[in-house]
């Protein structure tokens, strides 16, 4: 099936490290995403991985891959109240057009 | 550049009367289109798809259409609006199939029916 979870929401104090975890169900996919979406707005691309990579980085952004137990997380270093937003965890599936499964997204709040 | 338009960017509607949602891609060719739908406190619905001017899928039975008139027009349509089809409307692109393929979205439209 197409199933991507993920945690509902996550506070961290400004200038902590934040960690959204997600989880997925299909082995074959090929790449993963991470998208932002601020309020009323459209999703932003963050950053993705290929399967065959176990760790991206990029700036702040930390993207680590468990592609045995099927487990995506995004940490971000460093944490601003700028990066309050929604976090959307996305699988790729091959057939129909190659569309992206999202998970229910992960409210991140940052305090100052 | 590549852009990508969405409109309106909010709408209130009655139950019962017509939608029409539009989405136009600029600076791209033949991109593959799809339209997503965003519930309240929920993820991302896959609705329609296309590869193709005239060629839609439709990933849910559901109240709503999609039309792809042009290379670069993605149209959603209802008939008859109902209460459950309150929510965020994300038109998105892509161009190809291989490597990453970036999906890229629209600024969606909040669409609320009463």
């Not at chain 2, 791209?28 to 519930?39: D, E, H, K, V």
């Not at chain 2, 999609?66 to 149209?75: E, G, K, T, V």
Request: overall charge neutral.
């Amino acid at each position: 099936g197409e199933d991507v979870e993920q945690s509902l929401f996550l506070s961290v104090r400004e200038g902590d490290s934040s960690v959204i975890n997600c989880t997925y169900t299909d082995s074959s996919s090929t790449y993963l995403y991470w998208y932002k979406q601020e309020p009323g707005a459209g999703l932003q691309l963050l950053t993705y991985i290929f399967s065959n990579m176990d760790m991206k980085q990029d700036q702040r952004l930390t993207v680590l891959l468990n592609k045995k137990d099927k487990h995506l997380s995004l940490r971000i270093a460093d944490t601003q109240t700028g990066d309050s937003a929604i976090y959307f965890c996305a699988e790729r599936f091959m057939e129909y057009g190659n569309k992206l499964v999202f998970g229910a997204g992960t409210i991140l709040r940052v305090k100052s | 550049s590549q852009t990508i338009h969405q409109w309106p960017a909010t709408l209130v509607q009655p139950v019962g009367s017509p939608l029409s949602l539009e989405c136009t891609v600029e600076g791209t060719s033949n991109p593959n289109l799809y339209w997503y739908r965003q519930a309240a406190g929920r993820g991302l619905q896959l609705l329609f798809y296309s590869v193709g001017i005239g060629q839609i899928s439709s990933e849910v039975p559901q109240n709503l259409s999609a039309s792809r008139p042009q290379d670069r027009q993605f149209i959603l349509s209802s008939k008859k609006l109902l209460l459950s089809d309150s929510g965020f409307y994300l038109c998105a692109w892509r161009v190809g199939s291989s490597g990453a393929n970036v999906l890229t979205f629209g600024a969606g439209s909040r669409l609320t029916v009463l």
